[in-house]
């Protein structure tokens, strides 16, 4: 302590100069994550305030009608389930099973390289691509026609990366250090993965499976020429007939049929958006059930 | 094969008949760094062999090539040969019951994200173990033999993870006798535990080296000569020498480095 006692605390000019530079970097990142909400909540808020009066029981339980200018969605609504639902029975197991081979099996070398290379380029590929891919595959080489399954199977083959990339990621998130204590005693590669890195990578796994269905029940162009329909008034009575699908029928609805009441398309596009969040609600719940039980 | 003893008639022949672990020219590289250059070495029935030695001289390698953990270590190469109960390791096909049969316990304690009772009871039941009551017993001896059964008894089914530091340490190694090894390395156990928990665990492998061979890694050259049998001696890559503990610390040395070293002269 020298004689010109500063008061306690005072700080020195450089330290008036972080704590500004704090203060602004704080505001700054929590005006951008402001921004990032904003349009969801815009989206939001539109979608209730002008589809909300449409929606009603009967909208929700009865097939369009007058040239898809009134009635339901019930076709679209299950079509939709039907499609989301065969997909995640395609993409899951494979996803999965890959996911862990090159996590916990592949040695590091060229070929592993390239084949995640492949999977990111996969993930990057645009949907109408897949659409004619699903065309060519599904539809004509294997003959299933225009069907749910042929549509499911591309929708399964662009969401598959997403489910081997997030698999892999969470995979790598257990510590090495268990599987290496796991070695150690002797167990074998498997008996590790099902005791100890399995159960610890679920909650992270289910991230991508929730990913995939909020972004295979809204996909558009896949569908369009594989399995979904214009108009169909009944429900699809297994995985090779044709199906109306929510997606497809807000586009068709907004651009094809110009006599369409205006707030119809807001109220497909809010069952769409809540279908998503439901699914995504039980999926986050069941997760955080799974992570409440998180080891370490 | 256990009593498969085919002593290969070199330098180590004496050695063979009590030796549960014969080290023939080992030597261990990491990419181009050699961590340990031409060892040779054994280890007996019913000793603790202490290792001694400052970083970086190829105490953990050496642990690492016994249970051939180099497989899943990338970069490391293994040349020479190990044999364990006069089988090469090399050649064991089935690498999993050898590793069954070497426990190993790490510097820092590594609590699987299990419950206390399933930590223990994993070996067990990867070696077949079904029945609750033979699991119960064998899951109640090792805690009681690694000294943390008194104090884990009522919470056997709260997180192995969220025990403290030194009692993670005791379930690691009440884990690692979960196998019935007949080999335990332990590599600087102590570094994470407190010393009476640490006198503890060192009473315990008094005992244990009744049942099993044990190979202690450590840097404090106080414990090996309070437990071991012998004590070799590694600086950097080299081994110096080996010789019983009680020579060894009463100055009857073959090299000066290693009276030098235990005498806190460099390292």
Redesign the interface.
Known sequence: MTGTAAPLFAGTSLNARDRKVEWLVRALLGLMTALLILPVVIIMALLVVEGGPVISWEFLTSPPVDGMTAGGILPALVGTVWLVVVALIASVPVGVAAAVYLSEYAP?NWLTRAINLAIINLAGVPSIVHALFGVGAFVLFFRFGTSILAASLTLAVMTLPVVIVSTRESLQAVPR????????????RW?TIR??VL??ALSGILTGIILEVSRTSGETAPIMFTGAAFFLPFLPQGVLDQTMAMSLHLFVITTQVPDAPEALPFGVALVLISMVLAMNALSIAFRMYVRGR??? | MVGDVAPNGGGASADALSAKVVVQNLTIRYGNQVALRGLDLSIRRNEILGVIGPAGSGKTSFLRALNRMDEFIPGMEVEGRITFDGRDIRRVRNVYALRSRIGVVFPLPVGLPLTVYENVALAPRLRGVRKGSELDEIVERCLRRAALWEEVKDRLDSLGSLLSGGQQQRLTIARALSQEPDLLLLDEFSIAVDPVTTMRIEEVLKELKHEMSIVLVTNLVQQARRLADRTAFFLTGEHVETSDTARIFSGIVKDPRTHDYIEGRFG
């Open positions: 590091d250090a268990f599987r290496e204590a796991c070695w150690n005693m002797g167990a074998t008996q005791r100890i159960p610890n998180k080891k370490w």
